[in-house]
């Protein structure tokens, strides 16, 4: 009778402790990106990738429910021309503008801050 020798590789994966291998999120994420730009299904992306379709369902319905990423915050440079004030009066007095995106601003020149809005608008 011949002898069985058996060796152990190890690939790195982490498991849990049924032996399940265990994918960090951020994999999880790429795969599910990968899936959304190929076009395939995704029984095709699955057997592509070579992954259970049940669990990567289970991916692509938790990365549907996650809120998206907010937008970065994006400045433009407005240069306004500064109106011959008629009164030192009116300058004193300042005003606020609110838009519905919730941006304020402020300032004590009415057609600057007419200005600034039309362009924050555009």
């Keep these: 009778m011949g002898t069985i020798t058996t ?12 032996g399940h291998r265990v994918t960090p999120v951020g994999r999880r994420a790429e795969w599910v990106r990968q899936y959304q ?19 990567f369902a289970c991916w692509v319905l ?14 433009a440079q407005l240069r306004l021309q500064a109106p011959v004030s008629a009164s030192p009066a009116a300058e004193t007095t300042e005003l606020e503008v609110r838009l ?3 941006t304020s601003v ?9 200005a600034l809005v039309r362009a924050l608008r555009s």
Excluded at 47 to 53: A, D, F, I, M, Q
């Design 7 to 18: 060796e152990v590789i190890e690939t790195g994966e982490k498991r849990d402790q049924r």
């Design 37 to 55: 730009q190929s076009g395939l299904t995704q029984a095709e992306f699955v057997r592509r990738e070579g992954l259970k379709y049940a669990t």
């Design 62 to 75: 938790k990365a549907a429910k996650q809120p998206p990423a907010p937008s970065p915050i994006q400045f």
């Design 100 to 102: 519905p995106d919730g």
């Design 106 to 114: 402020r300032g004590n020149q009415v057609k600057a801050l007419a």
